[in-house]
């Protein structure tokens, strides 16, 4: 006999869903043909709700990271990630002397509208001359849209010492930036649940995000200020890098906690068992031709696959 194959869709954001009102239909429609939907944050799985997708057809397996080893922030490997960086993008540079700068915040995303370069800018202009004159601003990622570039890049020139301002494309080796980097910014206007603060804080970076519902899960680990407010996220970018002249060897220790703490939270190894869980699962309810509501069982007020000890796996790197 023919089987009917097993459909699992995964969402990891809705950028899209506020741009034509026809797309929340296709939502509710094109969720009616999966037997699951995985949904990676807890915004996710209530917009689907709103949009009228049934509970019983939502799983929540968050978003995990194939990390390094692990390695101690230290003067020398923050030293070591900024020479090799700067050699790397020597001929991208005119101004060799921004790879001097104490203070490396780093733009880690793709160009393209929403994702907030344009409000890093602004936060850039508006902080403190003193702490400006001894910093960069690099955006590091691929561009998505030219037209969204070639703004960003106006509004760099126009900026107070905008020449400190670089675009450096796409890097294969980010977790170098995340380790030269003084602060890892992200002003972003949506998440759903992104991979770039789970992969710079467990590689030891402080991290300052918009607080945005995308974000909210890095609360307890990274400084979030209000999206609508400039005079916020000035504020929190001045404290952080101030804070980071004045005591650096409290800042590394506190980063490496971090650190330690996010990788086993979101290491792709977790992620990858609670996936292979959710398929098991579907695989033999549907051969024992058992109900699959039964694979679904209430965990704090909302609906989860219930994930066994035996797959919570120990993801900590040993030295």
């Known amino acids: 006999s023919i089987q009917t194959p097993i459909l699992i869709h995964t969402q990891h954001s809705f950028v899209h ?27 996710i ?7 009228g997708v049934p509970r019983r057809k939502l799983f929540g397996v968050r978003n995990g990271v194939l990390y390094p080893a692990f390695e101690s922030r230290t003067d020398v490997s923050i030293s070591n990630a900024r020479c090799e960086l700067a050699s790397t ?5 005119h101004d060799s002397s921004v790879w001097d700068a104490q203070h490396w915040i780093v733009y880690v995303a793709r160009i393209y509208p929403g994702k907030g370069q344009e409000h ?7 902080l403190p001359e003193r702490l400006r004159k001894n910093a960069a601003l690099f955006f590091v990622g691929p561009c998505r849209s030219q037209s969204e570039l070639a703004e960003l890049q106006s509004r ?18 980010p977790e170098r930036w995340y380790r030269a980097a003084t602060v890892c910014l992200s002003c972003s206007e949506f998440e759903g649940h992104p991979l770039v603060p789970i992969e710079a804080i467990g590689n030891g970076s402080p991290f ?23 005079s916020s996220a000035v504020s929190a970018l001045t404290a952080i890098l101030e804070r980071a002249s004045q005591c650096p060897q409290y800042v ?13 939270r979101f290491s792709f190894q977790r ?42 796996l120990d993801t900590r790197t040993r030295s």
């Not at 869903?17 to 915004?43: C, H, I, M, N, Q």
């Not at 010492?161 to 796409?170: E, H, P, V």
């Open 17 to 43: 869903l506020g741009k034509r009102e026809r797309y929340k239909l296709y939502e509710r429609l094109f969720t009616f043909f999966a037997d699951g939907v995985v949904t990676v944050s807890e915004p």
């Open 45 to 51: 799985e209530d917009t689907y709700l709103k949009l």
């Open 89 to 93: 993008h020597a001929s991208h540079v």
């Open 120 to 126: 890093a800018i602004q936060i850039w202009n508006s």
């Open 156 to 173: 760099a020139s126009a900026a107070h010492d905008g020449n400190r301002i670089m675009f450096l494309g796409a890097s294969s080796v």
């Open 208 to 230: 300052l995000a918009s607080g945005i519902l995308g974000h909210r899960f890095l609360a307890q680990f990274a400084v979030l200020f209000d999206g609508g407010s400039q």
């Open 252 to 264: 590394a220790a506190e980063c490496d906690k971090k650190a330690r703490c996010f990788r086993d």
């Open 271 to 312: 992620t990858l068992a609670q996936y292979e869980v959710l398929y098991n699962r579907f695989l033999s309810f549907e051969l024992k031709g058992e109900n699959t509501e039964e694979m679904r069982v209430p965990l704090g007020g909302s609906w989860r696959v219930e994930f066994p000890n035996r797959w919570a």
